[in-house]
């Protein structure tokens, strides 16, 4: 996390009521309201728990939102919802704003995240304290896990697992930038960082720790984060350990676009197989 002091817009009630969490219960009322009101505006995206800083270009985390999801867990009862034969028992409870958004049946968003006009979601998980832009598309049996940050014109393949981050309250989330394609069955998790325009292809893992390597120059780049306008699969790197060389876990950078260059399946295939693999 940056160093840059961060600006909630959420009320100072909330840490004072984080001090005191271990005497929180849901019959609590005042808290309650307190932690429904700062969910609320998590919920209609005039709060976030995490952003890209323009000037730095760091990940801003704001604890206090995070605090106001994990309290919520606290102080709400358990209740029963239903949507059409389908019955649910929970402390958090489906989103309900979802203006403009195109939600297919078996789509499943919690209330606390926030889901912009424009965003399309096929059967899918949308987790609360998420964020997903306008433009993007959460494909079929996609997860985006807990406050993971989601940009503009995104595109979430079918299985995708974005992964989520609550504990503790400072800790980074995913961050998937705007006009990223994530490809089929990838793993995006632990505060890994997806730049603006890259292409994960199909069944990639990137965690914050994992090594990046660019194969045109053999150069190691940033670990955990995929480049801007750039085409990457995953692979392995040889490591020696007492019993032997084996092969770990890695993300290759194929090739270098444009920027500006939207995500062409046809031209991603080509990449591919000029590396000799199948789409």
Excluded at 2 to 22: K, N, Q
Excluded at 165 to 173: Q, S
Aim: glycine fraction near 12%.
């Amino acid at each position: 996390m940056s160093e840059s002091v961060v600006t909630s817009p959420l009320p100072a009630v909330i840490d004072e009521l984080w001090e005191h969490r271990a005497e929180l219960s849901s019959s609590d009322a005042t808290a309650r309201e307190a932690v429904v009101g700062a969910v609320d505006a998590i919920d209609a995206g005039s709060a976030r728990v995490a952003w890209v800083d323009p000037a730095s270009d760091e990940v801003l985390v704001d604890e206090r939102a995070k605090r106001a999801i994990l309290l919520a867990f606290r102080v709400l009862p358990m209740a029963r919802s239903q949507v059409g034969d389908f019955r649910y028992d929970d402390r958090v409870p489906l989103k309900t704003r979802l203006d403009g958004v195109r939600v297919l049946p078996g789509a499943i968003a919690r209330w606390g995240s926030y889901v912009a006009p424009g965003v399309v979601l096929m059967p899918s998980f949308v987790n609360i304290g998420s964020y997903v832009d306008s433009g993007t598309m959460v494909d079929t049996w996609a997860t985006v896990g807990s406050g993971a940050q989601i940009g503009k014109n995104v595109h979430l393949s079918g299985g995708v697992g974005i992964g989520g981050v609550l504990e503790p309250p400072n800790a980074v989330p995913v961050v998937v930038e705007d006009e990223a394609m994530i490809g089929s069955r990838c793993m995006v998790v632990g505060g890994a960082r997806v730049r603006t325009g890259a292409t994960l292809g199909a069944g990639a893992i990137l965690t914050r720790t994992t090594h990046v390597i660019d194969v045109e120059t053999g150069d190691e780049l940033p670990l955990g984060e995929a480049p801007a306008w750039s085409v990457c699969v995953g692979g392995t790197r040889t490591r020696k350990f007492a019993g032997g060389e084996f092969g770990m876990p890695c993300l290759l950078v194929l090739k270098r676009l444009p920027p500006g260059t939207r995500h062409d399946k046809s031209e991603l295939n080509a990449i591919l197989r000029d590396h000799g693999l199948d789409a």
